[in-house]
């Protein structure tokens, strides 16, 4: 019986009503209440924080209300590396119940921990998230984000959990298996990074299995930037709703913000428990509403690790228009890249992902790319690779007229000049995480 219940597709698992539809002004005040606590907190108990706000002559009660935030100083990745392992914890590291932390490319990983509330405030906005895609209490959820010290597999699954889902723990690799299951388990919802999930369309397209099902309907992808052209992609490979989903371990993991499947338009950031602001990266001053730049976020419940203004390097805007799911929380605008991924082509600034919109989809070319920066005498060279669908002319010729055809496309849409390197059916390597969009050649 308890199942059946559980089962309804009802309003009361779509929305936590109260907290995701609160009226805007209650939601600024609840704010501006945990913004001024939040400030305390740190002061009182991270070093880091207290001597930053010392040498910026303020202290947290001079926060009066949320505008008062840009006096505060910011947090960034370095002050973590600073402190590594655990010196940022507000809590002693015994009341610490997990860590996670980031690879790094270069020098020390970051390293986040949660106490026990954290934990338990983290499923509950994963869980949010999970509904506001669209999933529901019994569904089916694919897990294939990466389990261990990245915060996308056990971030989702507790989340999973705490929706009442049944949960396939999958984590990333082993394709074929991930295939498998997928189709005996009849799973509701797939989540995995966008390419990783279109790996593993294309090696069902392969083994010959046919992924979509009226059981799977949706796609929870996050975790890199991705396009509206690879949203197209999966969506018709795997006849699901794709959803975008956004986090970062600095603040919480997944579960930061999510899209709803009503707009599917912009990420509803949980402002209950995170303050969201953009600034202009080069002059670090807040921008008007609206404006597009650098997305910087204080938690406003954390206990563990509470972060003042942390600079996501994510570039993005804020919308506060209404959404037409109802819920009043901001949206966060699709990601295109981080500042520290732009790339400069010949003087133009470039995003990966805004390379990606237009491969994505082009007549005659697989959804894989990779762009390889090289030293040429005193220049950078900038060469794109992309591949051949495996239907596509593979003669000098056809390969030949690929590339200009692909090389002026991405003149006329994106203003640079780029060499293309057409690649056959499998060269350009796969995803089973993260994609690695850009191989960096050049000597240091
Ligand atoms: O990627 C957390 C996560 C797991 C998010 C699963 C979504 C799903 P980190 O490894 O710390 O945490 O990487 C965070 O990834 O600052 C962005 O640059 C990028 N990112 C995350 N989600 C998106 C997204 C997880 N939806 C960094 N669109 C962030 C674009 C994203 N970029």
Known sequence: MEVAETNVDSDAFMFDRDAETMPRAALSELQSVRLRQTLEYA??????????????????ADCKDLADIE???????????????????????????????????????TVVGYTR????TWADLMARSLACAGARPGDIIHNAYGYGLFTGGLGVHYGAERLGCTVVPMSGGGT????????????????ATPSYALNIAEVAAGMGVELRSDALRIGVFGAEPWSDAMRASLQQ??????????GLSEVQGPGVGGECDVAQAGLHGWEDHFLFEIIDPKTLRPLPAGDTG??????LTKQA????????????????????????????MRVTGRDDDMLIIRGVNVYPSQLEAVLVGFPGLAPHYQIVLAREGALDAIKLEVELAPDAPADAEG???????????????????????????????????????????RKK
């Open 176 to 191: 074929e298996r991930q295939v498998l299951l997928l189709k005996d388990f009849r799973a509701n919802v797939i989540c």
């Open 399 to 441: 390969r030949e007229r690929k590339a200009q055809d692909v090389a002026t496309h991405i003149k006329s849409l994106i203003g640079v000049t780029c060499e293309i390197a057409v690649k056959s059916p499998g060269e350009v390597p796969r995803s089973e995480g993260k994609a690695v969009r850009v191989r960096d050649l």
């Open 294 to 299: 650098e997305l910087v976020i204080t938690t």
């Open 237 to 246: 490979r795997l006849g699901i709703k794709a959803i975008d989903h956004y």
């Open 71 to 109: 006096r505060f100083p910011f947090t960034e990745k370095g002050d973590l590396r600073e402190n590594y392992p655990f010196g940022m914890f507000a809590v002693p590291r015994e009341n610490v119940v997990r860590v996670h932390a980031s690879s790094g490319t270069t020098g020390k990983p």
């Open 43 to 60: 002061y009182a108990n991270v070093a880091q924080h207290k001597n930053k706000f010392d040498a910026a002559g303020v202290k947290p």
């Open 117 to 120: 509330r954290d934990l338990d």
């Open 305 to 332: 690790l509470p972060m003042i203004r942390y600079r996501t390097r994510d570039i993005t805007r804020l919308d506060r228009s209404p959404c037409p799911c109802g819920r009043s929380h901001v949206r966060i």
